[in-house]
């Protein structure tokens, strides 16, 4: 009797800690909704500031950056350059660019060749891409009349070619209707570094950063033309964006109101406990991803005969990185190393990666003609078949950054990606079914 009534206390007891567990959370979660909503009033806030100012100042509209092209070397950072320094260039300016260009470089360097008169009393030759038996040279600007000879190598994003400066250096000193002392080799760059591939030859090294942005703020004040003023503006913002120095000042501003606002003392909490949760939500979406791209994957192809659809079963599994997720694998009297298509998790875990592969992943597949065709075939189809890992024939890099804002927002409103991703991978499938199973059948003949 002791004993029943022992069990009934305990039933009890553990009855009431589970009602007072359920109702501690429902407590948290009802205060932590509570702060989240007097944060989210606040962020709301100073969104409508940020949109206020989007809208008076437009600070993130550039051209440049709309149409793709600000890091072009040639046809967009070669050839402003070599307009503006043109006194007969679109800008109609004259020679405002040219004067403070050659103050801005005399200041720079001592000794930089200086013009004996006025620059605006003599005729100026620009050439841009400047076709030598030296190799093309980026900007030749010249002045027969004060004897004055400048070559700009401008090197933007790509390395310099086996000793290009010293070849251009070179073709400077065979120009003998120029004194020595009136060359000069100008060395443009990002950063403003040192050349590779000058020999010995003097270079004078100049940035975009600080040296073609000293000279355009120095010259914009004179521009007369609005529209060549905004436009100079914009490509301000370009120059500096090359080295990662620029911000726009709604983005500053903002991120520094949001930063005050959290670190306010009755705010510090809040924002940690978001961060500690944040990376499981990112978690649950990236599992979502891979589920739901699963099902249309086993819905598009599970009932095609003589393939088979797998995928990793253990959620964990799905948030490794450089991991094969979902493979199509052929059934059908196949050997242990054999030709498959499979969709993976990059190494750096933002990007996919899907194609066909050989299931011996430390080395290519034996050279046989069925698979000579069959890459072929991916190459034609615009799948890299010279880069990827020597097991793969042929991949393609899906451009979406996993975990981003962007791809987050877009999981949680609709399956449109995961059915953007099934359907590539359909595609691919069928394209290369037949030379796949006819490359695989040449294989299991192998020993």
């Known amino acids: 009797m002791n004993q029943a009534i022992a069990i009934q206390d305990l039933q009890r007891f553990l009855e009431g800690y589970r009602k007072f567990t359920v109702q501690r959370t429902d407590l948290r979660l009802h205060e932590f909704k509570a702060r989240f909503e007097h944060v989210g009033d606040a962020f709301q806030s100073l969104k409508s500031l940020g949109r206020e100012l989007e809208r008076q100042h437009a600070p993130r509209f550039n051209l440049f950056h709309l149409l793709g092209v600000a890091g072009d070397e040639v046809n967009t950072h070669s050839a402003v350059l070599a307009d503006l320094l043109n006194p007969e260039g679109h800008h109609g300016q004259g020679f405002l660019f040219l004067e403070t260009f050659l103050d801005h470089l005399q200041r720079r360097f001592p000794g930089f060749p200086k013009p004996q008169g006025g620059v605006a009393s003599v005729r100026w030759v620009v050439d841009k891409e400047k076709v030598t038996d030296f190799g093309n040279i980026d900007l030749v600007v010249e002045s027969p009349d004060f004897k004055l000879l400048l070559v700009i190598e401008n090197k933007v994003k790509t390395k310099e070619r086996e000793f290009q400066l010293r070849r251009y250096a070179a073709w400077m000193e065979r120009r ?3 004194p020595p ?4 080799l100008i060395f443009l760059t990002p950063e403003g570094r040192e050349p590779e591939t000058h020999e010995g030859a003097k270079v004078f090294p100049l940035s975009y ?18 529209r060549v003023r905004q436009t100079i503006v914009q490509y301000l913002e370009v120059v500096k964006t090359l080295c990662k120095e620029a911000t726009t000042m709604s983005t500053t501003d903002y991120e520094t109101a949001v930063i005050n606002y959290l670190a306010q003392k009755e705010n510090l909490g809040m924002a940690f406990e978001i961060a500690d949760i944040f990376w499981k939500v990112l978690d649950r979406l990236q599992i979502k991803f891979w589920r739901t791209l699963e099902r249309k994957v086993r819905e598009k192809l599970d009932n095609v005969e003589g393939w088979r659809v797998e995928a990793l079963q253990d959620d964990k599994d799905l948030l490794k990185k450089q991991s094969g997720i979902i493979n199509l694998d052929p059934v059908a009297n ?3 190393r054999h030709l498959r298509l499979e969709i993976q998790q990059e190494a750096d875990g933002n990007t996919l990666y899907f194609g066909v592969l050989w299931s011996e992943e430390t080395k290519q ?15 034609e189809q615009g799948y890299d078949t010279k880069h990827s890992p020597e097991w793969w024939l042929g991949g393609k890099r899906v451009p979406w950054h996993l975990r981003g804002k ?15 991703m099934a359907d590539m991978f359909v595609a691919l499938f069928k394209s290369t079914k037949a030379l796949i199973e006819s490359a695989n059948q040449a294989l299991s003949k192998l020993k």
């Open 209 to 226: 950063y600080k040296d073609i942005a000293q000279w355009l703020e120095t010259s914009v004040g004179g521009v007369e033309a609005p």
């Open 176 to 178: 003998t209707d120029y």
């Open 365 to 379: 597949p034996p050279q046989l003609k069925e698979v000579a065709q069959l890459r072929s075939a991916l190459e």
């Open 334 to 336: 196949m050997p242990r």
């Open 406 to 420: 962007e791809w987050c927002v877009r999981i949680v409103e609709n399956d449109a990606l995961e059915e953007e």
């Open 181 to 184: 002392e009136g060359k000069a």
